[in-house]
């Protein structure tokens, strides 16, 4: 079904959207007291736990989120920083999936965060090796992407048709493009993120505005269909939470909160450049894996004068680390599939940083085998309640965590006998968008507020302000210097960049925690 056309009477924000240490505090020892109950207990902060967060608290629901690390501390902050609608899903014939991917891009572009996302140019060049069977699929599957783009009502001026185009437009797009033989190629637009990480903390911040309490730093154990043994990481102590209903999302680590669940990881790596190795290309390329109509390597501009190159879908067996690593041999994939389509093949002294990511993916059932390629496993998302009584979501794609977090809620509240308002998180913009909590001039003004200097540049070369790190701490519920370089800012992904801001964020986030 198409997104409805008009829109519910909204909800009221409760309280301030401002993520504070001392906020923090105040909500943890509210929770402290013996007879404390809550309506909903959200396990995982990362996009998909935010959602749900904010889905529920948006609903009235009293709502806790507790994540034991920071924000955005997994998957969510490893992603390829893209609003997609499906394109991928359609070669593969889950046109449910991609339906649904077309109308959460539409959402999220026109009405929960204009703010965060853009349009983005895909250009997929035809230069020699890409054969006319993979030139001719990508001409039908962009067609078949931009029928959807029309299902779901999101305007050609926002996101406009495929269309084909000559060498010396595609080289103006794509300078670092190979230039012998090269015949054009097709563009077409899909959603960007300006961060995947900032998604996440502004989808917090918009629960935290309905009331919702977000607790980071707070370990889960112990947990039951309705109580959670709650640990403060920082300080060590401990409390038991009753809850008329628990929903686990914590994605790739689902199983250590419900041992029922069968998850078959898959590891998605990244390569980060600097934009000038690409020309400082305005569009992103799109270069199919060597003999497949249906898999591409992308490279992709991001903020801070960087192009990300992605991605792999590996098996990630074992032990779910907290942070995954590449291995080489996909850095050696990426590289090489990449420098099919460039004038100068890449090599490993131009990469400046490299990051990976596990995608929680659910096992097919046993009877299917365990040898299928991870590739080949639906995206589609689970949402069910388990044998111990918890609510698993999990699965899914970053783009369509909205639509999994209100099938969360919906089957909470059926399960636990809640009172089900419904959902109307297709219609909430997210902090600092327009008709948002908070507008973006208030948004403007706490952040020329957070320290001194606000406008001047973190270091040379790095396009983040002193200004953006306090804000980090003094809204964004930053607790730490890790946090503002690693997920807040994303200065982290370079080491050299991470090493040169690394004295003045300190003085400032230390600063920022002081007078908080």
């Not at 250590?256 to 669940?261: H, L």
């Amino acid at each position: 079904m198409a997104p409805r056309t008009h829109a519910p009477s909204m909800p009221t924000p409760r309280e301030s959207s401002l993520l504070t240490t001392d906020r923090r505090a105040r909500d943890l020892d509210a929770l402290s007291t013996s007879d404390c109950n809550v309506d909903v207990l959200v396990i995982g902060g990362g996009v998909t736990g935010a959602g749900v967060a904010l889905d529920a608290a948006s609903r009235g629901l009293d709502t806790v989120l507790v994540e034991a690390h920071d924000l955005a501390f997994g998957t969510s902050r490893w992603s390829s920083k893209l609003v997609h609608g499906g394109l991928r899903y359609l070669a593969s014939g889950d046109f449910a999936v991609a339906a649904e991917s077309a109308r959460e891009r539409h959402l999220l572009m026109t009405r929960i965060a204009p703010h965060l996302t853009h349009a983005l140019p895909q250009l997929m060049p035809f230069v020699p090796g890409v054969s006319v069977k993979q030139r001719a699929t990508t001409r039908i599957g962009f067609a078949l992407g931009d029928g959807l783009r029309r299902w779901a009502g999101t305007p050609s001026a926002l996101l406009p048709p495929p269309r084909r185009i000559g060498a010396e437009e595609a080289l103006r797009l794509a300078p670092a493009l190979k230039r012998d033989g090269l015949r054009g190629g097709i563009l077409s637009p899909d959603g960007q993120l300006e961060d995947d990480a900032k998604l996440v903390v502004t989808i917090a911040r918009t629960a935290a505005a309905y009331g919702a309490r977000i607790l980071t730093g707070v370990r889960a154990s112990e947990v039951t269909g309705d109580a959670v043994t709650l640990t403060d990481t920082a300080t060590g102590s401990a409390l038991r939470l009753r809850a008329r209903v628990v929903i686990n999302a914590t994605g790739v680590w689902a199983a250590d909160i419900d041992a029922s669940m069968r998850l078959r990881p898959s590891r998605g790596t990244h390569l980060v450049f600097d934009a000038a190795t690409f020309g400082s290309p305005t569009a992103a390329l799109t270069v199919p894996h060597p003999g497949s109509t249906s898999r591409f390597v992308f490279a992709l501009p991001q903020r801070l004068g960087r192009v990300i190159v992605g991605l792999t879908d590996e098996a990630a067996p074992g032990p779910v680390p907290d942070v995954p690593a590449p291995e080489q041999h996909e850095i050696d994939f990426l590289l090489e599939t990449v420098s099919t389509a460039l004038e100068r093949p890449l090599a490993l002294a131009d990469v400046r940083g490299t990051f990976a990511g596990l995608r929680p993916l659910i096992a097919p059932p046993k009877s299917a085998g365990e040898d299928g390629a991870t590739a080949d496993i639906s995206r589609r998302h689970h949402v069910a309640v388990s044998a111990h009584g918890i609510v698993n979501v999990l699965g899914g794609k970053l783009t369509t965590y909205r639509a999994m977090a209100e099938d969360a809620v919906d089957l909470a509240c059926t399960h636990a006998g809640l009172n089900n308002a419904g959902s109307v998180t297709r219609w909430l913009p997210l902090v600092g968008a327009p008709g948002s909590a908070l507008s973006p001039q208030a948004q403007a003004e706490i952040l020329a507020e957070s320290c001194e200097h606000p406008g001047e540049r973190i270091a040379p070369g790095i396009d983040v302000t002193r200004g953006e790190v306090a804000f980090a701490v003094r809204a964004e519920g930053a607790r730490n210097l890790d946090d503002v370089l690693d997920r807040r800012t994303r200065i982290g992904l370079v080491a050299k960049d991470r090493d040169a801001a690394y004295d003045a964020a300190a003085e400032l986030v230390e600063t920022a925690l002081r007078t908080r």
